[in-house]
């Protein structure tokens, strides 16, 4: 698996590729706002970001997950702890030409969304990095997270509807899910406003 930072700054919305991400973390950073951790496991995203940098509280994560950790600068803990734990990872600003995509970037700058909100990569691009890198790219590890991918009934006499749930992470940033019993999904709400993906829309 590949868990890559992305950041939830409401300068780089709308994010790219977390649809294809088959689990992501949302942690509370400074000042209040929050940063996600995407992790990609045998599926392939053309366009993922804005890439930001890591913390040392996102590592345990991606640990439990035996990612690679791909991210776009670091904090001084964060670096250390990678160190003391070894953990297989990607600091994207090592790649980043600051420019816009070409056929040979691996990260890349876009020009619709101002630094340090415009920084992507792909899902192929930290594969090769990490093939370079000498990175094991396969695991054996089972997945935190458990489901079934057929429909599955859940109501019963004791159920309890969650036709919304609210997320208050801070003082200033309240994520919010709406079911919509057409489609059986929730629509993301972040501050107010319906989060989309950057590409499909």
Known sequence: PFAIMIDNHSDAWPQAGLQDAYMVYEIVVEGGETRLMALFKGKDADQVGPIRSSRHYFLDYAMENDAIYAHLGLS????????????????GQVYDTGKARTNTSLYWRVTHKKAPHNAYTNTASILKIAVDKGYTTTSNKESVLNYVSEEVELMSTDAILANSVKIPYSKG???EYKYNSDTKRYTRYSKGKVMSDEMSK
Request: charged share 15%.
């Open 173 to 175: 940033h309240t994520v």
């Open 76 to 91: 001084p803990q964060a670096d250390s702890d990678m160190k003391s734990f070894h953990i297989n990872n990607i600091n």
